[in-house]
């Protein structure tokens, strides 16, 4: 029992040291973990020793100890469910929360406003960085630049079709109707939602509309932000969204801002609820070159480019951010009914639309610039996950939907790769494709792949052989874009890009 009564006075330790306290909440927050854990309470104990980083070691400890005296179950949701309750007790009230960040972005501008918001939602365990910790991250070289890589090892792959089966629920039977409402901010939580009680929003104003931000608990850059709408409705691609994307730059100029396709298969896994995504971080897609600067007729101020990128990305940059969104509509609206049968781009089929947009906004060197991705979601008995979707020969490595992080040439992949790629590069260093890696079934999809790396790049031992799956992967990665690009960057696909281009009117 002593050991209780000394992780509450180190985690009140935490709170202190990071600024989620003050020593005049000491006695109501120490009050209320005793209450949280049931206890009766005692003379606060002296504790030493450093204050630790993250509160990781202190919460593991306590939630040991509730499931010791059965005030919850061992499963990790359960374990999850409470820590979020344990950390509850140190936050400040959501209107504290939006108080000290608009404080601080008067004060110090928006940079310093973003920093301190996600601070706080790291130091209060709502984003979990000993698990993003164990996520693997790097670079990988291809003709489009230098693709990121992500193996996700803190969030389980989705599948597509589940992800389209869930657009079409309601969800008004559950509260909150999904894991992006404002109602979740506190909320404490089941076994099939993940608790929120340490989590806070701030609102945010966008062309009149009230909007929140808040960050990713499951981060995949720096700053990872989710901007979500106060109704809960479906995800839409329109000049207004164009409006509050850029907006939301014209306010937050550090972050860029983008919004996912509103289609299953071309959008990304909640399309239930209309939000964008965000950050303090430049995508590969950012840094790439334009092929060559051109105008549209009627607006000759606002320059226009298509981005050197596996995918077919209009760039325009002007700055008058209004004059961006009534191009970008204009171009949003010519796509929605472009049909183009010689590189199998048609608007509709049986009267489901196919055609949209995955818009991407920034503000650099002075000017707006909003991105606009052509997608188009139609399948085929060849490819019935997806025409412009990663198709078969790449689904060992990428099977999910490619969202707006994939887009902008961040792969979040799967954690099964990071045990199969370590098995795979040990029967590349033993010659072993043709036997034990097609008799494993967390290798054999792999080989071909394999076999035709080995044939190329021949490697002597295993570290050089994971070592160059890595780079293979990013290089995999780049077909996949490529798969999902409308207009392929080939001569026949250069000629439909220009055809769509020339209807815009440029």
């Given at each position: 029992m002593t050991t209780?009564?000394n ?7 935490y ?10 909440d000491?006695?109501y ?9 049931q ?6 104990p002296e504790v030493?020793?450093e204050v ?5 070691t ?11 005296e059965?005030?919850?179950?061992e ?12 950390m509850?007790?140190l ?22 406003a973003t ?6 939602s790291?130091?209060s365990h709502?984003?979990?960085t000993?698990?993003i910790a164990?996520?693997m991250?790097?670079?990988s070289?291809?003709e489009y630049?230098d693709?990121e890589?992500t193996?996700?090892?803190s969030?389980?792959?989705k599948?597509?079709k589940?992800?389209?089966?869930a ?8 509260y ?9 901010v ?19 104003d966008?062309?009149?509309?009230h909007?929140f931000?808040?960050?990713s ?17 479906p995800m839409s691609?329109s ?21 996912n396709?509103?289609l ?6 909640i ?6 995504q965000?950050g303090h971080?430049e995508?590969p897609?950012?840094k ?11 607006f ?9 990128w ?8 002007s700055?008058d ?12 609206q010519?796509w929605?009914?472009?049909s ?7 608007a ?10 995955t818009?991407?906004a920034?503000?650099?060197?002075g000017?707006f610039?909003?991105?606009?991705v052509?997608?188009?979601n139609?399948?085929?008995d060849?490819?019935?996950?997806g025409?412009?979707?990663p ?5 060992h ?7 707006l992080?994939?887009?902008m ?23 072993a ?9 967390a ?5 071909d792949w394999?076999?035709?790396i080995a ?5 002597d031992?295993e570290?050089?052989?994971?070592e160059?799956?890595?780079?293979e992967?990013g ?5 996949v874009l490529e ?7 080939t ?7 220009d ?6 009117g440029?």
């Amino acid at each position: 029992m002593t050991t209780i009564y000394n992780d509450v006075e180190h985690l009140l330790q935490y709170g202190l040291e990071k600024k989620l306290i003050t020593v005049w909440d000491l006695d109501y927050v120490r009050n209320s973990l005793y209450h949280l854990f049931q206890l009766d309470g005692q003379t606060p104990p002296e504790v030493e020793g450093e204050v630790p980083e993250t509160p990781v070691t202190i919460l593991a400890r306590m939630l040991d100890f509730a499931v010791e005296e059965g005030l919850i179950g061992e499963t990790v949701t359960e374990r999850d469910l409470f820590d979020a309750k344990i950390m509850d007790r140190l936050m400040p009230r959501p209107s504290e929360v939006t108080r000290d960040f608009y404080h601080t972005f008067e004060k110090e501008g928006p940079v310093a406003a973003t920093e301190f918001f996600y601070q706080l939602s790291q130091d209060s365990h709502y984003i979990r960085t000993d698990r993003i910790a164990k996520n693997m991250h790097w670079f990988s070289p291809t003709e489009y630049g230098d693709l990121e890589i992500t193996i996700n090892l803190s969030k389980p792959e989705k599948d597509p079709k589940a992800i389209a089966a869930a657009r079409k629920a309601t969800g008004q039977e559950k509260y909150p109707k999904c894991l992006l409402c404002k109602e979740n901010v506190g909320y404490a939580g089941r076994l099939d939602h993940p608790a929120r009680d340490n989590h806070r929003i701030i609102p945010v104003d966008l062309e009149g509309e009230h909007w929140f931000l808040q960050y990713s608990p499951y981060i995949y850059y720096n700053e990872h932000a989710i901007v979500l709408s106060r109704d809960h409705r479906p995800m839409s691609i329109s000049k207004d969204g164009f409006d509050r994307l850029l907006d939301f730059v014209d306010q937050f100029p550090h972050y860029f801002v983008g919004s996912n396709a509103d289609l299953p298969i071309v959008g990304g896994s909640i399309l239930s609820h209309d939000h964008f995504q965000g950050g303090h971080h430049e995508f590969p897609m950012a840094k790439a070159p334009v092929d060559e600067w051109f105008t549209f007729d009627g607006f000759r101020d606002v320059q226009a480019g298509v981005v050197e990128w596996p995918m077919s990305v209009i760039r325009l940059r002007s700055e008058d951010r209004h004059r961006l969104t009534e191009l970008g509509d204009m171009i949003l609206q010519k796509w929605r009914t472009y049909s183009d049968e010689e590189v199998e781009v048609l608007a509709e089929t049986n009267g489901e639309p196919h055609n949209t947009v995955t818009p991407i906004a920034r503000y650099r060197d002075g000017q707006f610039e909003l991105d606009l991705v052509l997608r188009n979601n139609r399948t085929s008995d060849e490819h019935p996950l997806g025409i412009f979707h990663p198709h078969e020969e790449v689904h060992h490595i990428k099977k999910e939907n490619i969202g707006l992080i994939e887009v902008m040439g961040l792969a979040v992949l799967p954690g099964r790769l990071v045990d199969e790629m370590k098995e795979l590069a040990g029967y590349m260093a033993d010659g072993a494709l043709d036997g034990k890696a097609l008799e494993s079934e967390a290798t054999a999809k792999h080989v071909d792949w394999a076999k035709r790396i080995a044939e190329e790049h021949p490697v002597d031992s295993e570290e050089a052989a994971e070592e160059l799956l890595k780079e293979e992967i990013g290089k995999r990665f780049s077909v996949v874009l490529e798969h999902a690009g409308v207009f392929k960057r080939t001569e026949s696909g250069k000629l439909g890009f220009d055809r769509f281009l020339e209807e815009v009117g440029r």
